[in-house]
């Protein structure tokens, strides 16, 4: 927890043009605009939001956030269904939230997964090493030999991808938001 929670963070987003912003890994330029519908786009490499003039940062950020939001639930059914075929578990329920101390984590009795948010802003391969991470949870509990071995035999590269993963700037973010 410590060593997550004392990463380098980026700097304090304001949602507006000219910003860093990223999908999949991928970076886009943000390109603010102004209407009376909210929304997010991906044009060539900008992202445009599209908010109220009289919008606050805190406004932008929630817009921002239910689009990530969407774009890690459109992601996460096939791949969690992939890897529960592959594993031979099922999880009841798959739910996002942002996290402060860990991309991941599996209630064991519940069967249920939760996923960083944040991870919507990471390659796809990062994402899919937390589900089959959580995924695995379901077979042992514990991160002992047995655990890596399943990681080994399902997913070989998997340390080079947490390694990756967790090399990457963490975002700036205050709340712990569910959904």
Known sequence: VEKFESRPRQ???EYVSGESH??????YRMELRHNYKNSVEIKGAKLILTVREASTTQQREKVMTEWYREQLKEKLP????????IIGVRAEEVRVKNMLTKWGSCNIKKKRLWINL???????KCLEYVVVHELTHLLE?????????YMDQY??????TKDELNNFIMDR???????
């Open 11 to 13: 700097t304090e987003r």
């Open 22 to 27: 990223y999908l999949w890994g991928r970076r």
């Open 78 to 85: 096939e791949l969690v269904e992939k890897w529960e075929e």
């Open 118 to 124: 944040q991870l919507a802003k990471k390659p796809i």
């Open 141 to 149: 509990k514990s991160h002992n030999a047995v655990f890596v071995e």
């Open 155 to 160: 997913l070989p590269g998997w340390r080079v």
């Open 173 to 179: 973010y205050d709340q712990d938001l569910e959904g």
